[in-house]
């Protein structure tokens, strides 16, 4: 999970700790990246999940990064602005959420990483 937000991603990793089986946070893209040049972490990664607005790059530049780092793993981009959207097209594999409510996410997270390990066997 990268967050640049210390209450929000508090209570984001409270939330989602029981769905998947471990929730990193990356305090921003920057250290998201180097997370993932771990060969260890990388390899375990199910899901990323960002927010649209971060403070030192745009979430779409984020998500073009990753995904040319790692094609294969679900991006979730998580925002309350409505039709951000379209800032993403061209990129495949990212999912976008303007949930509120903390079982539609939690449902949707879980469901996201049951079908990366599916696709994985």
Known sequence: MVDD???RAAMRQSLLEGTALSVVRAH?????LCLIQTPEFAQNLSLVITGHTMSAISGPEFVAELRSRMPDVPILV???AAQFEAQYQGIAGVYFSQTKSPEELRALVNRLVRSRHLRRA
Do not use: I, Q, R
Request: charged fraction near 20%; aromatic fraction near 0%.
């Open 5 to 7: 937000n210390p209450l």
């Open 28 to 32: 921003d893209a920057a250290e998201a």
């Open 78 to 80: 998580l925002s309350s």
